[in-house]
């Protein structure tokens, strides 16, 4: 319990001083325009985690058959800027949804990082111990590789103890749920709206995950593409608290717990490419969803359609399927 509190208070007092820091930098000016990565003398701190999912349709008032059915499903992932605070959600269709692991982490991170991260030079970060989703070596080498490309100067990450793992994020989910359970959703957009009016101060945004989004999430392979120019690291399990920083290219600093001792293990490999004078001129390879089965969208049409009053959110959420259901896949 000891060692639980002091996790904690650290949580605490770095969510404290990345407020401070927005505080003095001025929220206005730093909301006005859109921040180049690393060019602002500040911290900022943020946690990121998935909820459960949403199901649409869904009703305050759930008429009984629907009950044994399963409507249409939608991913939460939410990254929590701790110092404004605020919540940034990733509505993810399940047509859209590549799956919990690492490459969907990744490219959600990168997404949020290029397009509403505040520009700070030091970031710190918090998720829990889920090791197929945040704590691998491939999200351990995505901070690596931002932080040799000049895209930070310092970046430590920190896990919360396991079955002690409630913080911020699962506070925000909390006022979408609570909305979510006294609201009508046959749709999309309505789920979107439910996020979106969850908190009165706009505490909760939503980032709608789909083909219309600008600029668009991209899934990309990124466990293939960063093996090749980092190490694993071995042990990782058994590590709490890990850093990196420009003054020590290539080395990730881990501790067991946050008063333990701290150790170097060599991350890069040898000769690798990248550096703050030379960016990676490749990306990699982008990962497209799976999309709806075609036993899903029938499933949907001939299952869910009927518990949808309106015509055109019927077409929304539960459309006709292109494939007809004789040559569908068992």
Known sequence: ?????????????????????????????????????????????????????????????????????????AQLFGICNEGIPRQYNYLIDEADFLGKNANTVISLLDHFFTNYGLGEKWVHLTADNCVGQNKNNAVLQYLMYRVLTGLHDKIELSFLLVGH???????????????????????????????????????????????????????????????????????????????MDKHHPSMLFVKERKNSQEAAIKLAKDGCPLSNTLPPETLPEQILPAGLSAKRQWYLYNQIRCHIPNDHDKNET?????????????
């Open 1 to 73: 319990l000891d060692h639980v509190k002091q996790e904690r208070l650290f949580y605490q007092a770095n969510a404290k001083v990345a407020h401070e820091y927005y505080r003095k930098m001025g929220a206005q000016a730093i909301d006005a325009q859109p921040s180049t990565p690393n060019s602002r003398h500040m911290m900022s701190h943020y946690s990121w985690d998935f909820a459960q999912q949403l199901h649409y349709p869904f009703e305050d008032q759930q008429v009984g058959p629907i009950f044994f059915k399963t409507p249409r499903r």
């Open 318 to 330: 539960c459309p006709l399927p292109q494939i007809s259901q004789t040559e569908r896949e068992d």
């Open 165 to 243: 793992t409630k913080f911020s994020p699962d506070g925000f989910f909390g006022l979408i749920k609570q909305h979510y359970r006294r609201s009508q959703v046959y749709t999309y957009d309505q789920l979107a709206n439910i996020v979106e009016s969850s908190s009165k101060n706009g505490h909760n945004r939503c980032i709608r995950v789909s083909k219309n989004l600008a600029p668009p999430v991209l899934y990309r392979d990124w466990s293939t593409w960063l093996s090749q120019y980092f190490s694993a690291c071995k042990g990782l399990s058994a590590y709490q608290h890990f850093r």
